[in-house]
């Protein structure tokens, strides 16, 4: 993909081999016969897009074929004319795989760059790994994520990072499932990977740079791992077992919706888990998955707390006896772990029946919930968690999202997720984690929708629910109040589309009031703080509001001038969403 020979006057060739390569985990790497004239060129995906007087960092691993000279090859980066906008070189000599390395400085903005590559010689290279990198990264962290949309998820405050996903987790059968130690190491021994959803995976962006991640914005890292099984929706069963008796076939068929890691290979498997936990937390001298952090750069532990293991499985006998095994031995290795389970893709259903009563049997200490629902039953179903049973596991409401039909992201499907958490936030004893699902989707290359956030080479595009969820990431509290709504309409209708949450920021000494109103009519109201004494109080008000269609809707934020104490008048526009955050001034 993107690569291709610009030929001048004279011929050339590009083949692929796999003859010692640089690393196993990457077999492959291209043979250029080269000449003047000629040059390899890449188009990015969608485009290389530069900024003036940014700085690129080019890499690439290159060694000179057998009876052949190497030389120099000059890199430039051109625009759409074929304008030069940077310009550098690398001299190819080795006989054996070296990195070479350069600096590529833009001399203008361009949207969609082309990557060209000019060997000066004649001659027989061969290259793999090319890579141009900005060095403007968040936290100008090497092989770093792309600074505005870490940003923008960093403006969430979240408390916590699921990764690498759900259905990316478990995988397209059994050696699709993501094996964390081939996103790990030196980038040109990583393993790429196919997923589920028919996308590559690069790896470059691995367990490393995520727990990183986690790290720099405060968050806690929640990696999932699969339960010893891939995806029921997998396209393939077969599965090459590496410990087959010498001249056995080494395929092995698992028919059926779901397949399972065969029990002679879970010992390994299960060590691999374990292997994880020690990666993040253990000693960088005295354990060899610490000092493999160390050597990353990042002796310290990343402190991992949680752990999932299976994400939306059947919950079929094949799950139950993997899921026990990796279960258990984490609690016995690792009982400082909270270990999260998961009740199938539904709220309701077989699999959610079983998945509780399998959880409620071990006594796992939390499962991960998934449903994507449309307004109406968050409407409806605000009471859902207030039947829950307070003694069994606790819930991470990990996938959720309303949705109409064709699937838009507006201000009705943003304000039914406001509504419906103020009846989680509510049952907070109960629901420890939310996430909204899907997160990322890059314009054109997605086949799901709605994602919570868009974005293409040059800009990052919040949809509205992105701002529902950074008006609670950015006002969660650690002290739920109780509250009560009286309105002066009985009608049920009514009262099920205004929803109020009240919580206090314990750390701040803030005080958090969270009003919906879904109505399509305003709802002047008198907001009363009882029992709570509040002395020379100031206060922000954040609005998210709009007609129900509204797609490009997002929050404001203005000094709240009404509050004069523990009781202030407030309308609550039509369609809309307000936090109002009171400060105490204390001494003033």
Known sequence: YAWAVKEG?????????????????????????????????????????????????????????????????????????????????????SKEWKKQQTVLTANADVRAAVLSLQPQTVGTLHLDMISLFPQNTFKGHKNGLRADLAQTLADLHPRFVRFPGGCVAHGDGIDNIYDWKGSIGPLEARKPLRNLWGYHQTRGLGYFEYFRFCEDIGAEPLPVLAAGVPCQNSGTHTHYADNCPQGANKELMRYGQQGGIPMEEMPAYIQDVLDLIEYANGDARRTVWGRKRAE?????????????????????????????????????????????????????????????????????????????????????????????????????????????????????????????????????????????APLLAKEGHTQWNPDLIYFNNTEVKPTVGYYTQQMYGQNAGTQYITSHVTLNNGQEAVRKRVGVSVVKDEATGDHIVKLVNLLPVEVSSTVKLKGIDLQNPSAVKTLLTGDPKDKQARSVTSAFVDIGGTEFPYTLPAYSFTVIRIHENKGK
């Open 9 to 93: 006057n004279t011929s050339a060739a590009v083949t692929i081999a796999a003859a010692d390569p640089i690393h196993p985990n990457n077999p492959h790497y291209a043979v250029l016969e080269a000449r003047p004239g000629v040059t390899l060129q890449n188009d990015g995906f969608d485009g290389i897009s530069l900024k003036k007087g940014e700085k690129y960092d080019f890499s690439l691993f290159a060694r000179v074929a057998p009876g052949s000279k190497g030389g120099k090859v000059v890199v430039c980066l051109l625009d759409q004319t074929g304008r030069e906008i940077a310009r550098s070189s690398v001299n190819v000599s």
């Open 296 to 436: 990353a750069g990042h002796p310290k532990p990343f402190n991992l707390k949680y752990i999932g293991i299976g994400n939306e499985d059947m919950i079929t006998e094949v799950f139950e006896e993997r899921f026990a095994m990796i279960y258990k031995a984490v609690r016995e290795k690792h009982p400082e772990i909270t270990v999260v389970g998961t009740v199938g893709p539904f709220y309701e259903g077989t699999d959610y029946a079983e998945g509780w009563r399998l959880a409620t049997e071990l006594g796992v200490p939390m499962v991960d919930e998934h449903y994507y629902v449309d307004p109406g039953w968050m409407i409806h179903n605000q009471d859902y968690y207030d039947r829950y049973d307070r003694t069994k596991s606790k819930v991470y409401l990990g996938e959720y999202a309303a949705h109409l039909p064709g699937r838009p992201n507006n201000i009705e499907t943003a304000l039914a997720e406001a509504l419906y958490l103020t009846s989680v936030e509510r049952n907070a004893d109960v629901v420890e984690m939310t996430s909204y």
